[in-house]
C-alpha cells in the first residue's frame, strides 16, 4: 500500500530552528509537496521537490532523496505564526496526491 | 480576488438527507479536486475531475457523486447522508490536465451528519 509517515506533533521555540520529516513508500513518484494549515483553515502551498537536494525559499527550505523515500521541511527563524500544520503529499505514478496525516507545529516563546 | 469558493461554510444534516457542497473557482483551472480530512488522516481524495466533462474515483468515492457541467463548478453530492461522512470538505483546483502543479484549496464545508 501507498503511506506518508510524519510526525504527529512537534515543539519549537520561536526564533530557533525546526525541522519536519517525512518518510513514503508510494507506487511512482511525480514530486512531493509541503502544504502549511493553519487551524480552520485551508492548506496554502510551500514547496514542490522533484529531484534530489535542496529547494530555499526565504525562511523555508525543502530537501528530497528519492532513493531513501525522504523529505524535511526546515523553518529558520521561527514566529509565532508558524503555529500550523505541515502537509507533506506525494503525487504518485497516477498523479494523484497521497497525503501525510500532518505534523502539528507548536511554537513557544 | 481569484480563488476557489465553497458554500456552504457549515451544515449540520441529518441522516438520510441528499447535500450538494458547491465549489466555484475562477482561475480557469483544468482539474479540480473533492477532499474529505478527518482528525488524524491525512487528506483523503473523494473524487477529481481533470477537465470539463470529465470525473474520476478517487481513494474514498462510496456516497459520493460529482459532475463538471464547465470549467468553473464542481458540485460534490451526498445521495443519502451518514454520520461516517461527517467530516471537513475541501474542494481543490490546479491549473493542468494530468499535473504536477499545485493544487489551491477553496475554505472548506464542515459537515456534520446526525
Known amino acids: 500500500g501507498q503511506n506518508i509517515d510524519q510526525p504527529t506533533e512537534m515543539t519549537a521555540t520561536e526564533g530557533a530552528i525546526v525541522q519536519i520529516n517525512c518518510t513514503y513508500q508510494t507506487s511512482g513518484f511525480n514530486g512531493l509537496f509541503w502544504y502549511q494549515q493553519h487551524a480552520g483553515e485551508a492548506p496554502t502551498f510551500l514547496s514542490y521537490?522533484?529531484l534530489d537536494g535542496l529547494e530555499e525559499k526565504g525562511r523555508f527550505s525543502s530537501f528530497l532523496s528519492r532513493s531513501k523515500g525522504y523529505s524535511y521541511l526546515l523553518l529558520k527563524e521561527l514566529q509565532m505564526k508558524d503555529s500550523a500544520s505541515y502537509l507533506c503529499a506525494v503525487m504518485d505514478s497516477n498523479y494523484q496526491l497521497i497525503w501525510g496525516a500532518g505534523t502539528k507545529l507548536i511554537i513557544k516563546p | 480576488i481569484a480563488g476557489i469558493t465553497q458554500a456552504p461554510t457549515s451544515q449540520i444534516l441529518a441522516a438520510g438527507r441528499r447535500m450538494t457542497l458547491r465549489c466555484t473557482q475562477d482561475m480557469r483551472h483544468n482539474a479540480m479536486y473533492w477532499y474529505r480530512q478527518d482528525l488524524g488522516l491525512g487528506l483523503r481524495l473523494i473524487h477529481y475531475s481533470n477537465t470539463a466533462g470529465t470525473t474520476g474515483k478517487g481513494e474514498v468515492p462510496d456516497g459520493y457523486s460529482v459532475s463538471r457541467a464547465n470549467t468553473d463548478d464542481f458540485p460534490l453530492t451526498l445521495a443519502s447522508a451518514v454520520p461516517s461522512q461527517t467530516s471537513v470538505y475541501f474542494c481543490a483546483s490546479s491549473d493542468g490536465e494530468v499535473s504536477t502543479d499545485t493544487q489551491y484549496f477553496g475554505p472548506g464545508t464542515r459537515l456534520t451528519v446526525l
Open positions: 521537490n522533484v
